[in-house]
């Protein structure tokens, strides 16, 4: 079976980093995740936003904090949810001095879409459409598209206007031996709304025989994509 990252990319996956072929190039059937440890150089938030971003971290999506040189780490998990479809874990956890801060999202390859659904926080109330791009240092970039809100029989597409349009580039940088992440939250009307930046070192761990550990699962899952 090939990685979510493998079938929305193709034969581009080969002109990734090795080391980034590594963290994006296994499934639920490898039995490895990959864990990332390291700094958050700036972690920033528009202060306009604050009520909907606290709102949104009730569901581990994103938060009102921000900060220098904020440990973190990140955890990848590949597992089958329980609609068969093949899922990736990003939970993400921000240490700031009085608060650990949680962004957390699961990932599946849509074939109806043809690309990476993003499921954002711990109940899948909103799914976005993810493009998977190449970079020139062999990292990926990822760009948010339309965004959906699911919740029992409501259903409806989120207006350009209310959303926040996600700019990322993860890369590993040979000379200093790390990985690196950028991160651009912005809405269409008001501007940048949540960004960070950082380094970290990344380790491939064993799986195999073992179940996906329940807290980087999601407490509810969304069959509508």
Not at 49 to 52: F, G, R, W
């Given at each position: 079976m090939?990685?979510?990252y493998e079938q929305v990319l193709g034969k581009q996956f080969e002109s990734l980093h090795p080391r980034m072929q590594e963290r994006f190039g296994f499934d639920s059937e490898a039995g490895i995740a990959s864990i990332g440890e390291g700094v958050m150089e700036r972690v920033w938030y528009a202060k306009w936003?604050?009520?909907?971003l606290k709102l949104g971290s009730q569901r581990h999506m994103m938060f009102p904090q921000g900060g220098a040189n904020i440990p973190?780490?990140?955890s990848n998990y590949a597992y089958t949810d329980s609609y068969g479809r093949e899922t990736v874990t990003w939970i993400r956890?921000?240490?700031f001095p009085d608060a650990t801060r949680k962004f957390d999202a699961t990932m599946i390859y849509s074939r109806e879409r043809r690309s990476i659904v993003d499921y954002l926080g711990t109940k899948q109330h909103l799914a976005v459409d993810l493009d998977f791009i190449v970079s020139e240092q062999g990292g990926i970039r990822i760009i948010s598209r339309e965004q959906r809100f699911y919740a029992g029989i409501l259903q409806f597409r989120v207006p350009a206007g209310l959303t926040g349009?996600?700019?990322i580039?993860?890369?590993y940088d040979d000379e200093a031996a790390c990985y690196r992440i950028e991160a651009d939250i912005r809405n269409p009307i008001f501007g940048p709304v949540f960004q960070y930046r950082g380094t970290f070192q990344a380790s491939v761990i064993p799986t195999a025989g073992r179940k996906?550990?329940?807290e980087v699962k999601p407490l509810r899952e969304e069959f509508r994509e």
């Open positions: 090939r990685s979510i936003a604050a009520a909907p973190f780490t990140v956890r921000f240490h349009e996600a700019n580039h993860e890369w996906t550990p329940y």
